[in-house]
């Protein structure tokens, strides 16, 4: 079992930045990859970014990528995910979610068993 809490979310103007955090507990935080996922509304849910158990590698989506960065403290049992030149299509509610059964960095939501409750970021124009 993995207990995941995303915070760090907001409202934010163009341009600006976010960092959110999602703290884990229960299962071994470094044994397995975790990912950043939102969801806006009306839309399916996407993948972000995704990261190895021990940080050394990372995935990101073509829609992120250069602008977002996942890291993890494996001590603190925390990923982050740092957002820098947000926009208002960015707004949408951010989950991080635990992939504990597969070795790679998933990037769809099925290879991803636990999630957090979600938190709401807003990019205002």
């Known amino acids: 079992q993995v207990q995941l809490v995303e915070s760090g979310g907001g409202l934010v103007q163009a341009g600006g930045s976010l960092r959110l955090s999602c703290a884990a507990s229960?299962?071994?935080?470094?044994?397995?990859?975790m990912g950043w996922f939102r969801q806006a509304t009306g839309k399916e849910r996407e993948f972000l970014a995704g990261?190895?158990?021990?940080?050394?590698?990372?995935v990101y989506a073509d829609s992120v990528k250069g602008r977002f960065t996942i890291s993890r403290d494996n001590a603190k049992k925390t990923v982050y995910l740092q957002m820098n030149s947000l926009k208002p299509e960015d707004t949408a509610v951010y989950y991080c979610?635990?992939?504990?059964?597969?070795?790679?960095?998933?990037?769809?939501?099925?290879?991803?068993?636990?999630w957090g409750q979600g938190t709401q970021v807003t990019v205002s124009s």
């Open positions: 990261i190895s158990w021990s940080g050394g590698s990372t």
């Open positions: 979610a635990a992939d504990i059964d597969h070795l790679g960095i998933g990037i769809r939501e099925y290879e991803y068993k636990y």
């Open positions: 229960g299962r071994t935080f470094s044994s397995y990859a």
